[in-house]
């Protein structure tokens, strides 16, 4: 199975600040089948983005991702309040589907 | 708009079994996969299986690979996972998520969740 390991654990940064985490798998994912997802105290995660860079719906646009191949990044580019979340990343390429750890963003 | 609507908090003893269910609204139930996943206390995500709402197919993580058993009720557009044989390393929030499968891709990632059921097992 793909493992996949984001970086780092924690962030911690203030509001308004950029936010960048990575996830990197241990196979090539070259079709870029890799989502994100947010997921506050008490909550269900929630879809973020698909396909490596497509924003679900209703997901503001200071959310964006990048990447191909083993190493991807989700870049939250002005940290709002209610961003402050842990975040992670899904592959589904293949079964069966696999997490990241997750990284924690949190207020400094 | 699509709702995923789980049962309600268990505490279940060791060597005991625990069914939870998820009712499906605001679309065709039979049109999308049901997965579920666990969250262990202060853990990530893990995925622990999946069913087929069209043809009742499933398939399920190794880790709870025979322990664990998935239906769908498609009358009540409703899916329930069992899961024997409880140990305390199954205290867990558990989800039901809707399943978007992609083609090409061998997996699938989920749309919409359920809101959890928190599973505590004692000894």
């Known amino acids: 199975e793909i493992v996949l390991t984001q970086s780092p654990g924690t962030l911690s940064l203030s509001p308004g600040e950029r936010a960048s985490l990575s996830c990197r798998a241990s196979?090539?994912?070259?079709?870029?089948?890799l989502v994100w997802y947010q997921q506050k105290l008490g909550q269900a995660p929630r879809l973020l983005m698909s396909?490596?860079?497509r924003r679900a719906t209703g997901i503001p646009d200071r959310f964006s991702g990048s990447g191909s191949g083993t190493d991807f990044t989700l870049t939250i580019s002005r940290l709002e309040p209610e961003d402050f979340a842990v975040y992670y990343c899904?592959?589904?390429?293949?079964?069966?589907?696999?997490f990241g750890q997750g990284t924690k963003v949190e207020i400094e | 708009q699509v709702q995923l609507v789980q049962s309600g908090a268990e505490v279940k003893k060791s060597g005991a079994s625990v069914k939870v269910s998820c009712k499906a609204s605001?679309?065709?139930?039979?049109?999308?996969?049901i997965s579920w996943v666990r969250q262990a206390p202060g853990q990530g995500l893990e995925w622990m299986g999946w069913?087929?709402?069209?043809?009742?197919?499933?398939n399920s993580a190794q880790k709870v690979q025979g322990r664990v058993t998935m239906t769908t009720d498609t009358a009540t557009s409703t899916a329930y996972m069992d899961l024997r044989d409880l140990t305390s390393d199954d205290t867990a929030v558990y989800y039901c998520?809707?399943?978007?499968?992609?083609?090409?891709?061998?997996?699938?990632?989920?749309?919409?969740w359920g809101q959890g059921t928190l599973v505590t097992v004692s000894s």
């Open positions: 998520a809707r399943d978007v499968a992609v083609s090409g891709a061998g997996g699938y990632y989920f749309d919409y």
């Open positions: 605001g679309y065709t139930f039979t049109s999308y996969g």
């Open positions: 069913i087929s709402t069209y043809n009742g197919h499933s």
């Open positions: 196979q090539n994912i070259i079709t870029r089948y």
């Open positions: 396909s490596a860079s």
């Open positions: 899904q592959q589904y390429v293949t079964s069966p589907p696999t």
